[in-house]
């Protein structure tokens, strides 16, 4: 894996807008996220031109179904060369050994690595006590999913940089921690409701920060990448 932390996630509807980004940031930007919506509607195509523009990606497609169904799954994604995978970490214990299983049989020298989301920044504490009646924080709830994924033998976990410090506490520094919902001083928050700037979530021990709409769609995309560097020195 690479020394730089940014994750740049194309968020966006087809290769040739991808594209356009990529080379926008030539230089600047080497890790990738490709979600459900670019995916669905390039499908490996879109992996196969990131890949021959020399850069690698995060397959952001969260699985999250029985046991079974996830472990042939990873074992699908395991061969697609890509350097990060992901997969809901509320689908339980016995689904997370299952992803682990199948990543472990895929035939490849290159296995990516699998990320468990803890909550999803766009949730707030009102989701976890209201929809799902449940009385603990949401940092209580974060970090009992780092820990199931750590016994689960995980390589990362994904969650709101609010929680990072908590959950490396909890975990140690044995697992990667990805930080999605950040957000440059005086951005547009959009739907994210826990978020923190590129600064506090390294500096609370985060390895990489994933961010989309604060670059992707900025008027000066290289400048906008340019000054999330600078206030990370
Ligand atoms: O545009 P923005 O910077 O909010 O994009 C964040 C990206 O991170 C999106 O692609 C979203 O799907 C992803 N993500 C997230 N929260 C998680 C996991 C992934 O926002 N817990």
Redesign the pocket.
Known sequence: MQDNPLIV?L?VDDEVQAIDIIEELAGLVKLY?V?LNLYLSEGDQILNIIKSLDKEIFL?L?LFDIPNTVKDACCQLAKKEVSMI?LHTLGGKEMLKAAVDGVRHAETDKPPLLLG??????FDESFINEQLSSNKSLEEIAVELAILSKKCSLDGI???AKEVKAIRKAIGDDLLIIT????PKGEDV???QRIATPKQALDAGANYI?????I?KAKDKRQATEAIYQEIG
């Open positions: 996630a968020d996220k979600g952001d969260k992901t989301v803890t909550v999803l920044t766009s994904v969650c709101s999605p919902g950040i957000r959009f739907d994210q994933v961010i989309g709409r604060p992707i």
